[in-house]
Each structure stands twice: as structure tokens, then as C-alpha cells.
């Protein structure tokens, strides 16, 4: 998978875009054997996931990974299925440690999210 998609964001204003997609795909996993406390599967639905990412072509592609919270893509690989039950694993309370979680991964990352706007200093 190569570490970043830059692309024309065509689906807003037009400005050239980065998408983290190996920062992203590496928070997905922590979400599933560090918050969930899960196992690593490698079933279908990982899989189709890994595929999407290595194949987007535009922003739409991103705006369709971005429309779902990452909790969602961490579940469904967990549960191997795309309509992943939440409320057998997330409460609200553990949500709001989700947003925690999210931050100190981004911070760690060096970056602000998932998604930014591109110039020179995000290589």
C-alpha cells in the first residue's frame, strides 16, 4: 500500500488534498488490538477494506472511507461484515475515550487528521 493519496478534491473546493492512508489503515488496527482488545483476523472484510485503500482513485473514494467513524471500519473487520452490531462493543462513555484515544494516536502521528490539505511540508 503506498503511504499517501494526494488528489484533487473535486467533491468541496477544488484544492489539492492528502489522504494518510497508511497512518489511517495503522489506526484501524490499533483500534482492534488496543481499544477493542481484539485479534487481528484477516477475513474478508479486512481484506475488502486493504483493497479499497489500495485502489482509491479520488475524493470520492476518500469521502466514502471518511464518512464512517473509524470505530465502524474497526468493528466491521472485527465482526467480518459491513453492518457491524456497535452496541455489543461501544458504549458512549467508551466513544468519548475513542476521541481520546484518536488524539494521542494523531499526535504521536505528527499529524492533525486523517485528511489535510496538501503543500510541500506534508512530505
Same mark, same amino acid.
Given at each position: #500500500? ?6 484533487? $478534491? ?9 489522504? +494518510?492512508?497508511?497512518?489511517? @489503515?495503522? +489506526?484501524? !488496527?490499533?483500534l482492534i ?7 487481528? =483476523? +484477516?477475513?474478508?472484510?479486512? *481484506?475488502?477494506? !486493504? %483493497?479499497? &485503500?489500495?485502489? *482509491? ?5 476518500? @469521502?466514502?472511507?471518511?464518512?464512517? #467513524?473509524? +470505530?465502524?471500519?474497526? &468493528? ?10 456497535? =452496541?455489543? #462493543? ?5 466513544? %468519548? %475515550? =475513542?476521541? $481520546? ?5 494523531? &499526535? ?6 486523517? &485528511? ?8
Open positions: #500500500m503506498e503511504k499517501d493519496f494526494i488528489f484533487i $478534491d473535486d467533491e468541496t473546493d477544488g484544492k489539492q488534498r492528502i489522504f +494518510y492512508r497508511s497512518i489511517f @489503515y495503522s +489506526y484501524i !488496527i490499533n488490538t488496543d481499544f477493542f482488545d481484539a485479534k487481528l =483476523e +484477516y477475513n474478508e472484510t479486512h *481484506l475488502r477494506f !486493504i %483493497n479499497f &485503500l489500495e485502489t *482509491l482513485e479520488d475524493a470520492g473514494d476518500v @469521502y466514502f472511507l471518511m464518512h464512517d #467513524m473509524p +470505530y465502524h471500519w474497526a &468493528l466491521s473487520i472485527i465482526q467480518n461484515t459491513s453492518e457491524p452490531n456497535e =452496541e455489543i #462493543m461501544i458504549d458512549e462513555n467508551q466513544k %468519548n %475515550n =475513542e476521541i $481520546d484515544f484518536c488524539k494521542q494516536f494523531l &499526535l504521536t502521528n505528527n499529524i492533525h487528521f486523517f &485528511l489535510e490539505e496538501f503543500n510541500n511540508s506534508n512530505l
